[in-house]
Structure formats: C-alpha cells, structure tokens
C-alpha cells in the first residue's frame, strides 16, 4: 500500500498569504497525484489532478507540481473561502489512498 | 450538470446489513468507472471499492473484502454498496463518485450518506 504524508497537519495563514502544502509518497506515483478540498460539512471537491492540472471552476491561485514522491499544493493570495480540508490522493496502483489532511485555518 | 445522490444511509447494529444506493444523472453513467469513499467522524477520507464502468471488475480495500460488494445498473444509472456484518469501526459518511477518465481522479462526489454501527 502507499502512504502519503502531508504536511503540516495544520496551519493558520492571513489572507492575502501564500500557502503551500506538500505530499510525500512511499513509493514513486508519477504523476497520479491529486488534491481536494472539503470545507466543512460539504463533500469534497476536486482541485488538481495529476500532480499540476487544474480544473474548470477552480480559482488559478490554485495549482500543483511534482512528480516521482514529492508533490506541492500552492494557494496564492489566500482568501476567507479557502477555509477547508485539502487532501491529497493517489491512483498510481490500489487501493487508492488519500493523505492524512491538511486543515486550513484563514486568521 | 453531473449529479451524484446516495440513499440509504441508517443506524444499524452490529453484525447488520445495509443497502446505499447513488443515482446519477447529467452524465452517461455506463461509461465511467465509480467508486465509494467514506469518512468516519471527524477523520480522513478512505477508499472503500471501485467498479470499472461494464461491472466486469471490482475492487476493494482490505477493512471490506468479504463483507461488503458494490455494483452498478446502468439501465438505471445507479450505483450500490451492500455492505454485511457491519462493525462500530464502519460508522462513516460514505459518498459515492465519478471516476475521471480510466483510473482518473474522483471528479464528482456526491454529499454523502451516514452509517452509524451501534448497538
């Protein structure tokens, strides 16, 4: 099974900042790594897939990179709406495994 | 607009069975693979099962080999997990979603069902 780590587990930014959370893979995935956002007592929503795609709807201060076990979510310019769970998720081989969750705090 | 709606979700006790069902629409469902996800109380998200588009396979992770089976209807657009010999451990919201292109992303979720195993 692959793990992924996320980092941190937690972390408070102001608006306007600029955050970056990361995805550490046990093994190599390529690039079939994606991110999701789950804000509270919603379902969660698709934000980049593999590794740097972005996705229709989705705010451009959005974006990924990465590739191989080292993977990056980047949120520019932070707003009070990005409040929320951000996971990471992988479809390299099964089962599919998500990360532990980063939760977003907006200060 | 690509709609994903569960049903079925209940209390149950341990050892029970339950039956979650989720009808899609505004996409043609016989073409992609779905999948359901569940999320225990204030924890992460784990992939339960997954079904390739014509049912010919299924897959699913070690915590419900055995007990629970997914499958799909295509007549009727739906989606089902029945799930036997539940444990307090199951207890989660599960959501069903649409599988991206091949072994893709889940592009679309639903909003859930709750299952709570309790006696």
């Known amino acids: 099974e692959i793990v992924l780590t996320q980092s941190p587990d937690f972390q408070s930014v102001a608006p306007k900042e600029k955050v970056t959370i990361t995805c550490r893979a046990s093994q190599s995935i390529g690039g079939r790594l994606h991110w999701y956002q789950q804000k509270p007592d919603q379902s969660p929503k698709l934000l980049i897939k593999y590794a740097s795609q972005s996705i229709s709807g989705v705010p451009s201060r959005f974006s990924g990179s990465g590739s191989g076990t080292d993977f990056t979510l980047t949120i520019n310019s932070l707003e009070a709406e990005d409040a929320a769970a951000y996971y990471c998720?992988?479809?390299?081989?099964?089962?599919?495994?998500f990360g532990q969750g980063t939760k977003l705090e907006i200060k | 607009e690509v709609q994903l709606v569960e049903s079925g979700g209940a209390s149950v006790q341990p050892g029970g069975s339950l039956r979650l069902s989720c009808g899609g629409s505004g996409f043609p469902f016989n073409i992609y693979a779905m999948t359901w996800v569940r999320q225990a109380p204030g924890k992460g998200l784990e992939w339960v099962s997954s079904i390739t588009a014509a049912a010919t396979h299924t897959f699913y992770a070690d915590s419900v080999r055995g007990r629970f089976t997914i499958s799909r209807d295509n007549s009727n657009n739906t989606l089902s997990l029945h799930m036997n010999g539940l444990r307090a451990e199951d207890t989660a919201i599960y959501y069903c979603a649409k599988l991206d292109y091949g072994e893709g992303p889940f592009d679309f979720w639903g909003q859930g069902a709750l299952v709570t195993v309790s006696s």
């Open positions: 998720h992988q479809t390299s081989s099964l089962p599919h495994t």
